[in-house]
């Protein structure tokens, strides 16, 4: 993978072979949690709030564990497509899964920020209040408040360019499994019918919420 390569090999090498190491254990030590938490950090940022690279690491931090599990999952079994979170994942035992979900669940950092600030009203509609016949309330499903509950996602504080990115490029990414379908289908008409700039005016709203 030439991705690899770009993201810091030598880490990449040594993580892998502790993962690998942690799968033949039926739970998961406090040495080896620790040293894949800080794994994932290196990209999600040190308190999972994100990251922007040459392309937007999403927040992990306050996820729902039932959501962040249910997404690693996708990704090991190419329901949901990257190739960089494949490669992460697929080496991760079912205890580090659970694990992992419970470690990002407990951190609470500031959002990130970031976004234009000229359309966090309309956002703040859309998404407690929906938008014409096909655009239900996000809160109905995400929260009020965007913290989410099980398979629904938090929101709140995610990087508003990871949002538009996942918005825009829904059924590209998501539900890759045409014989069986999953929780991102819920999802998919809503981001079909979302506009550009309802999209961006939504991301930028959720991305200051704390
Ligand atoms: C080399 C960088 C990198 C590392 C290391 C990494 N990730 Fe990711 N992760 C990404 C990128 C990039 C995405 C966004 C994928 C996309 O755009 O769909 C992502 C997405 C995710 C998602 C989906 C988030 C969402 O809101 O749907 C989860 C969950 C996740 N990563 C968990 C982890 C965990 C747990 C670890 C450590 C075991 C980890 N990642 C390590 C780069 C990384
Ligand atoms: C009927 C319930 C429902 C409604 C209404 C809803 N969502 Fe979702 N949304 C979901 C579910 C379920 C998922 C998780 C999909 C998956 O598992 O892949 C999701 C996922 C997402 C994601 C991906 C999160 C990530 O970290 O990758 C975004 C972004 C999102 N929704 C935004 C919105 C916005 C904006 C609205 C309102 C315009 C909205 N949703 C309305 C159910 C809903």
Redesign the pocket.
């Known amino acids: 993978m030439s991705?690899q390569s770009v993201?810091?090999p030598a880490a990449?090498a040594i993580?892998v072979t502790a993962?690998v190491h942690a799968e033949e254990k039926a739970t998961v030590s406090t040495q080896d949690l620790r040293a894949?938490?800080d794994?994932?950090?290196?990209?999600?940022g040190v308190a999972g709030q994100g990251f922007r690279?040459s392309?937007?690491?999403?927040?992990?931090a306050g996820?729902q564990p039932e959501?962040?599990?249910n997404?690693?999952q996708a990704?090991v079994e190419r329901r949901?497509?990257?190739p960089?979170?494949f490669?992460?994942?697929h080496v991760?035992s079912p205890a580090?899964?659970k694990a992992?979900?419970e470690?990002?669940r407990d951190l609470n950092p500031k959002p990130l920020g970031g976004a234009p600030k000229d359309h966090l009203a309309e956002g703040k509609t859309i998404y407690l209040e929906g938008a014409g016949a096909n655009i239900p309330p996000c809160a109905s499903c995400h929260g009020p408040d965007a913290k989410g509950t099980d398979a629904f996602?938090r929101l709140a504080g995610?990087l508003h360019d990871?949002i538009i990115?996942?918005l825009t490029?829904w059924d590209k990414?998501r539900g890759q499994d045409k014989a069986n379908p999953d929780t991102s289908a819920i999802m998919q008409p809503i981001a079909h019918d979302l506009s550009e700039a309802q999209i961006k005016a939504v991301a930028a709203y959720l991305s200051y919420l704390e």
């Open positions: 991705f993201w810091l990449f993580v993962a894949k938490t794994y994932c950090k290196t990209c999600h690279g392309f937007p690491m999403p927040r992990l996820q959501y962040l599990e997404q690693l990704f949901r497509t990257n960089v979170m490669n992460v994942a991760l580090m899964l992992l979900a470690e990002f996602p995610q990871y990115r996942k490029n990414e």
